[in-house]
C-alpha cells in the first residue's frame, strides 16, 4: 500500500494501511499495523525488533469518506533481547489506540464531543457510532476532564442556586434520607472578564461554597476580592469562612425580586380580608395585579391611570399601594450610586415602611436592614449576578436532556462540558 492511503486514513503519523478490501457497497475492511518495527521493551527499555507473533485485533474508527470501516491492527508482540531483562515479552504500544483498547482515540474524541456540544443523550450518540453506552460514558469522562481546566481566579466571583431534580426519599443503610435538589453554581463576574462557569457544588449551604472555595489553589482564594450572591445567610456564613478578606454584595435583582413578592402578599391578604377569599379574573386588583409588578418609570399614561383608578376602588384600607410606594422606594434606591443620594433614598425606604406598618412591609425592611452592608457594595461597586441566571438556562436544559440525573457527578461533568466545548466557539464567532 502507498503512503498516500495512510495520509488519507489520517493515521501515517504511526500506522501503514497495509490492505483495503470493500465487503459491501457501504463498507471496506482496513487492516493497519505500526509503521516502527522496533520497540523499547518497557522493562529496561533496550530497543528491539525480534517479533514474537502478530495477534490481530478488532478496533473500531471513525466512518472513512462515508463508509464504514471494519478496523483490524496488527500487532507486533516483541521479544526483549536483554538478557538480563525480567520481562520476555511485550506488545507494541501506540497513540492512537490505548492500550487493550477497542476504540480509536479519535473515535472516542469525537462521541464525547458529539454528547457535549449537541447536549446529546448518551445512548443516542452511542448509537449512531457504533459503540456501547459505557464506552461513549467513558469517552465523555476522560474528554471532560481534559476540557474542564482549573478555574482560572476570578476578582468577583458570583454565587447561585439551581434545582437539580425533585426531592426524594433514599434509603441510606437503615435510614431514610431526604436528597437535596439543589446545586449551586460558582461564576466569574469580573466586569472585563468572560463570564465562565467556574464549577458546581451540590447543596446550596454554606458547607458546600466552603468545599468548593477549599478545592481550589490558595491563588484562587487570594484572587477573589468580591462575591456576589442572593440574600442567604448560609452563603454569606460559608463565604466570611472560606474567604475571609473577601467583601460580600447581594444581588440587586434578589432584592427586587423579594420586593414584588411583597406586593403580591400583601394582595391577596387584602383581597382576602375584603371579599373573604382569593381574587379570581372578575376583580380588578386581580386582573391589573401585573401593574404593581411593572417599574413605575416603565407605565405609560394610560397604565397609571389604570393603576390610581384600581387603587381608588378596590383599596380602601391604601395597604396595597402602601406597599406599592414601599417597592417603588426601594427600587429606587437600588438604581442609586452615589453616596448622599443613597443615604437619603435609604431614609426615604425608611421611612414609607414605617408608615406602611405592615407585617410585610416590615418584614421586607428588616432584610434590607440585615444586609445593608452587603446592599451598599452591591450599590457602590455597581455588580449583578446576571451572568448566573444566564447558566441556569443551560443547566436546566442538560437536566431535560438527561431525563433528570440521578448520578449528580455525571449531571456537573455534562453541564461543565457542554460549556466548556460551546462557549469558545461562541465568543470566537
Ligand atoms: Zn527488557
Known amino acids: 500500500m502507498s503512503k498516500a492511503t495512510s495520509v488519507l486514513f489520517g493515521i501515517e503519523?504511526?500506522?501503514?494501511?497495509?490492505?483495503?478490501?470493500?465487503?459491501?457497497?457501504?463498507?471496506?475492511?482496513?487492516?493497519?499495523?505500526?509503521?516502527?518495527?522496533?520497540?523499547?521493551?518497557?522493562?529496561?527499555?533496550?530497543?528491539?525488533?525480534?517479533?514474537?507473533?502478530?495477534?490481530?485485533?478488532?478496533?473500531?474508527?471513525?466512518?472513512?469518506?462515508?463508509?464504514?470501516?471494519?478496523?483490524?491492527?496488527?500487532?507486533?508482540?516483541?521479544?526483549?533481547?536483554?538478557?538480563?531483562?525480567?520481562?520476555?515479552?511485550?506488545?507494541?504500544?501506540?497513540?492512537?489506540?490505548?492500550?487493550?483498547?477497542?476504540?480509536?482515540?479519535?473515535?472516542?474524541?469525537?462521541?464525547?464531543?458529539?454528547?457535549?456540544?449537541?447536549?446529546?443523550?448518551?445512548?443516542?450518540?452511542?448509537?449512531?457510532?457504533?459503540?456501547?453506552?459505557?464506552?461513549?460514558?467513558?469517552?465523555?469522562?476522560?474528554?471532560?476532564?481534559?476540557?474542564?481546566?482549573?478555574?482560572?481566579?476570578?476578582?468577583?466571583l458570583g454565587i447561585d442556586e439551581t434545582r437539580f431534580g425533585s426531592v426524594r426519599w433514599i434509603l441510606d443503610g437503615v435510614t431514610w434520607k431526604r436528597s437535596d435538589p439543589w446545586l449551586t453554581s460558582f461564576v466569574d463576574c469580573s466586569r472585563d472578564g468572560p463570564g465562565s462557569l467556574l464549577g458546581l457544588s451540590p447543596g446550596r449551604t454554606g458547607g458546600c461554597v466552603r468545599e468548593w472555595l477549599a478545592e481550589q489553589t490558595a491563588a484562587f482564594r487570594d484572587t477573589v476580592e468580591l462575591v456576589v450572591i442572593d440574600p442567604s445567610a448560609p452563603y454569606a456564613a460559608g463565604i466570611r469562612a472560606a474567604l475571609p478578606k473577601a467583601r460580600i454584595a447581594v444581588d440587586k435583582w434578589h432584592l427586587v425580586a423579594l420586593a414584588n413578592t411583597m406586593i403580591t402578599q400583601v394582595r391577596q391578604r387584602v383581597t382576602r380580608d375584603l371579599l373573604g377569599r382569593r381574587g379570581t379574573v372578575a376583580d380588578p386588583v386581580w386582573v391589573n395585579r401585573r401593574l404593581l409588578l411593572t417599574g413605575a418609570e416603565h407605565l405609560s399614561t394610560k397604565q397609571w391611570k389604570r393603576l390610581h383608578d384600581m387603587l381608588d376602588s378596590c383599596d380602601p384600607t391604601k395597604e396595597i399601594g402602601a406597599a406599592w410606594g414601599v417597592k417603588e422606594r426601594l427600587r429606587l434606591l437600588l438604581g442609586e450610586r452615589e453616596p448622599s443620594k443613597i443615604r437619603w433614598r435609604l431614609a426615604d425606604f425608611y421611612d414609607a415602611a414605617i408608615h406602611a406598618a405592615m407585617p410585610e412591609t416590615t418584614r421586607l425592611a428588616q432584610t434590607i436592614q440585615t444586609w445593608w452592608p452587603a446592599i451598599l457594595i452591591a450599590l457602590t461597586e455597581d455588580v449583578t449576578n446576571a451572568r448566573t441566571e444566564g447558566f441556569n438556562r443551560i443547566i436546566k436544559q442538560t437536566k431535560r436532556v438527561g431525563c433528570g440525573y440521578r448520578n449528580l457527578a455525571n449531571y456537573q461533568r455534562r453541564i461543565l462540558s457542554h460549556i466548556a466545548v460551546t462557549r469558545p466557539r461562541r465568543s470566537a464567532a
Open 13 to 156: 503519523e504511526e500506522f501503514d494501511v497495509v490492505s483495503v478490501e470493500r465487503l459491501d457497497p457501504g463498507q471496506v475492511q482496513i487492516i493497519i499495523e505500526m509503521r516502527s518495527a522496533v520497540a523499547p521493551c518497557p522493562a529496561c527499555g533496550v530497543f528491539t525488533s525480534r517479533v514474537k507473533d502478530r495477534p490481530v485485533r478488532r478496533v473500531r474508527d471513525l466512518p472513512a469518506s462515508g463508509q464504514q470501516t471494519k478496523l483490524w491492527w496488527r500487532k507486533r508482540r516483541l521479544l526483549c533481547v536483554e538478557a538480563l531483562c525480567p520481562r520476555r515479552s511485550f506488545t507494541q504500544e501506540s497513540v492512537a489506540i490505548r492500550p487493550r483498547g477497542r476504540v480509536t482515540e479519535r473515535l472516542r474524541a469525537k462521541v464525547a464531543e458529539a454528547i457535549a456540544a449537541g447536549n446529546r443523550a448518551v445512548s443516542e450518540v452511542a448509537g449512531e457510532y457504533g459503540v456501547s453506552w459505557p464506552t461513549a460514558h467513558r469517552a465523555l469522562i476522560a474528554a471532560a476532564a481534559r476540557w474542564l481546566p482549573e478555574p482560572t481566579p476570578a476578582r468577583r
